[in-house]
């Protein structure tokens, strides 16, 4: 049974950004396609739809390669300490921000560059986002965990940050100071409650995940408002999305 989740060290206290700027889109790597590591990952990730966020996958993937068997010893003893598993979640969530980003960078994704109101762009790259899980919907449930499991968590937090910062970006925020940490907090809860409740959305297209992340959106502007101390909000939100995460996945 999952136990709540309290930061025993706390978040370090910092004003530095992150790697944003104005040159950022289109230099962006975020998966390197060249590393052996990351073209037996990617290979992987065609398993998924079958064997979940396995070892099986890397297995397959290997030899689909007709790359060598030892070489699974890259993926299970790598200087992370992580899992092979996690290895796998962590290379698909990295594999989708990277395509959020072909798709923002793309002139033909009108949907996209025709929206002028930054809360509505946020919104409609929340739900293309979410919407790339559906090949692997059924297994999603399975990844999420991976995600919470104590030692992965830092992990996890830093990917998910990364994910509502670059959308923040796309969508235009200029915002500085407080507001830019809370706006980024508030993209991460979004995203995460949304991704929780798509795992229980039966309608056709999702649509009804799609009208959650509207509605939430919504009322990201007055978010944060009650915190001024950075390093206490932080760890609060920290907190609260694992908890969030771990509650839904216990419900099932």
Known sequence: ??????????IQRTLTRFYHS??????????NPNAIESKVLSKALEYVPK????????????????????LQSVITS?????SAEFELVLHWLKCKRQE???????????????IGNEYERASHLIKKRL????????????????????????????ELHNLSDDIAFYAG???????????????????????????QDTS?????????VDEKVAGLKGLGSAYTNIEEWSVFNAISLVNLIKSQLLRG
């Open 1 to 10: 049974m999952f136990k709540q989740f309290r930061l025993t060290k706390p």
């Open 22 to 31: 104005s040159d950022h889109i289109g230099s962006n790597l975020i998966v």
């Open 51 to 70: 064997y979940g966020f396995t070892q099986v996958c890397i297995t397959e993937a290997i030899r689909g390669l007709q790359y060598p068997d030892s």
């Open 78 to 82: 790598n200087p992370r300490g992580n």
């Open 100 to 114: 959020l980003e072909q798709y923002v960078i793309n002139p033909s994704s009108e949907d996209f560059h025709k």
């Open 131 to 158: 919407l790339a899980n559906e090949p692997i919907i059924e297994k999603l449930q399975s990844g999420l965990s991976q995600l919470v499991v104590p030692g992965n968590i830092p992990q996890s937090m830093e």
């Open 173 to 199: 925020d200029k915002s500085n100071d407080f507001a830019w940490y809370s706006k980024r907090m508030g993209l991460s809860t979004v995203y995460v409650s949304s991704e929780l409740f798509m795992l």
């Open 204 to 212: 056709e297209g999702f649509q009804r995940t799609q009208d959650f």
